[in-house]
Structure formats: C-alpha cells, structure tokens
C-alpha cells in the first residue's frame, strides 16, 4: 500500500537527487532517506533518473569553445602593505587626538611648566633662595649688599 508523501519532502528529495547527480556525495543517512523516498514516489524517481541521465550527457559533450575571445577584467586587490599603513596611520590620528584633548580638557592651571610648577611656585622659589642668599652673606659679615640693576640691597 502505497501512502501519501509530503510535499516539502519531494522538494528535499529532488534536491538531493541534484545533488547526487552532480558527483556530490550524500551522507550515509540522507542517502537511506533518499532511496526510501524513491521507493515510495514516482514523480520524484522520474525527477532522479532525468537529473542523473541530463547530468551524464553534459559531462560527455565536448567542450564548447566560444567565438569571440572572452577577456575577464582584472581584480583590483588592495596591496596588504597598504592596508597596514592606513591602520598605522589612523592609530597615529587616533593616539595625537586623544593626547591633545586629553591636554586642553586636563589642564586646569594654564600657567603650568613643563615640570608641572605655576608661575606662582616659580616666584617663591625664587624668593626663597634670595633670602637665603641675603642672610647667608649677613652672616658672614658682608656688607657690600647685593645688587638687584640699580638698586643696592642689603
């Protein structure tokens, strides 16, 4: 007794009988699912042995060759060293940029040095070391003073 097979199975089937006839190996499974949907449906075994029969008279024709010269165009590949130096690059930009940002939005103090000191931190250094000067030459008896352009300390 024959029974009824679904449709979407027949569309499995003629896709695997393709598939076969195109030198295409089928697993162990689908190739048991296959022969038993043979067995079971005529459309799809007519569909099968035309594929196969279509299949094996195309690999016998002989090769037709054209009569006009068929030129492919050229792949235009993007050197590998290119790539590389377009990806350097665009570190490079990326690194400055976030240097610079990160220079305009973290510097709070603009009168900042190279050290880190302000301007402020500067001028009392300097007036630290002054004074040390001035009592370091009282101390030693000195009263010739120091001289500032024209002024005379003492």
Do not use: K, Y
């Amino acid at each position: 007794m024959l029974f009824a097979v679904h449709p979407s199975e027949c569309d499995w089937a003629e896709e695997a009988a393709s598939t076969r006839a195109d030198g295409e190996l089928l697993t162990e499974l689908e190739h048991a699912r296959l022969t038993a949907h043979l067995g079971a449906c005529a459309d799809c075994r007519m569909f099968a042995a035309a594929a196969g029969a279509i299949a094996r008279e195309l690999r016998g024709a002989p090769l037709e060759q054209p009569d006009v010269p068929v030129f492919l165009p050229r792949r235009h590949r993007t050197p590998a060293l290119r790539v590389q130096a377009a990806a350097a690059a665009l570190v490079a930009t990326a690194v400055g940029a976030s240097f610079a940002v990160g220079h305009v939005l973290g510097s709070s103090n603009r009168a900042r040095t190279a050290t880190g000191s302000s301007a402020a931190d500067i001028a009392g250094l300097r007036a630290d070391s002054v004074e040390q000067h001035l009592l370091a030459m009282l101390s030693h008896g000195g009263n010739s003073g120091i001289r500032f352009g024209t002024t005379t300390a003492l």
